[in-house]
């Protein structure tokens, strides 16, 4: 069978991804399940370099008194809330964010912002997801000096499917709403069975739905959906095929 997208078979005959499938400079992936913390499973991700907040072009979304600024590139995504009543954050410092809009020459000049969280985000732009971003091998393999930042869904995915490739082990996407929030979390895959199995860290949501399969992402998008609006609970896995894919980056 083809593989169009991102999809990888569970046998050994299906791992070499498309040829023309964006690799984001990923190098080499993680995660770390913070077993001895409270935290949820963070994604950890070598790439062959991190951009700065200097490189990102911005989306604007005004509001009466908040103003929401989003960038991506390559996969790599940074955001900044800013509260024009309370110019507090980042320690009240000055930032210089160029326009996406072409026809806008002058950048937006913003003192004091917020970093915000993807999940506030996600109501309004390109779905993202807090990661762990490192351009240093050295410092990947020992765990620490990580930039946090952001990465869109399909960045992730790609991980996870270098992760599976590499290792076997399977993780996913787990989505919901709550509280006006569009959240994601890491499930590990418990690809033991005849059908995967998502393993949460800590209580498993009444509700929640599946992403890892760059098909249904891009399904989702092209027709303007959430994943609340997909199939209830897909499987992450059909026809046993599984898909898995400081300085102020934010």
Request: aromatic share 12%.
């Amino acid at each position: 069978m083809a593989y169009p997208d991102n999809s990888r078979a569970l046998n050994d005959d299906h791992l070499q991804p498309p040829e023309e499938h964006p690799t984001f400079g990923i190098l080499d992936a993680k995660v770390d399940w913070m077993e001895k913390w409270g935290n949820k499973p963070v994604l950890q991700i070598l790439v062959d370099r991190v951009f700065n907040v200097s490189e990102f072009r911005y989306d604007l979304i005004e509001d009466k008194n908040t103003d929401l600024y989003f960038a991506q590139l390559d996969g790599q995504v940074s955001y900044f809330v800013h509260n024009r009543l309370d110019t507090t954050g980042f320690g009240g410092r000055t930032y210089r964010l160029d326009p996406a809009e072409l026809d806008r020459v002058e950048p937006y000049i913003i003192k004091g912002p917020w970093s915000g969280r993807s999940s506030i985000m996600n109501n309004t732009f390109e779905h993202s997801m807090e990661v762990s971003l490192i351009h240093d091998i050295k410092g990947f393999k020992r765990g620490y000096t990580f930039f946090s930042c952001a990465a869109t869904i399909p960045m992730i995915i790609e991980a996870f499917d270098l992760i599976h490739m590499n290792t076997g082990v399977a993780f996913a996407l787990s989505f919901r709403e709550d509280d006006n929030e569009k959240r994601y979390e890491i499930v590990q895959m418990d690809i033991s069975g005849d059908k995967p199995i998502p393993i949460f860290k800590g209580d498993t949501p009444k509700t929640y739905e599946l992403i890892g399969l760059y098909d249904d992402y891009d399904k989702m998008q092209d027709d303007d959906r959430q994943p609340s609006e997909l199939q209830e609970n897909q499987d992450f896995a059909q026809d046993n095929e599984l898909s898995n894919g400081g300085y102020d980056i934010l």
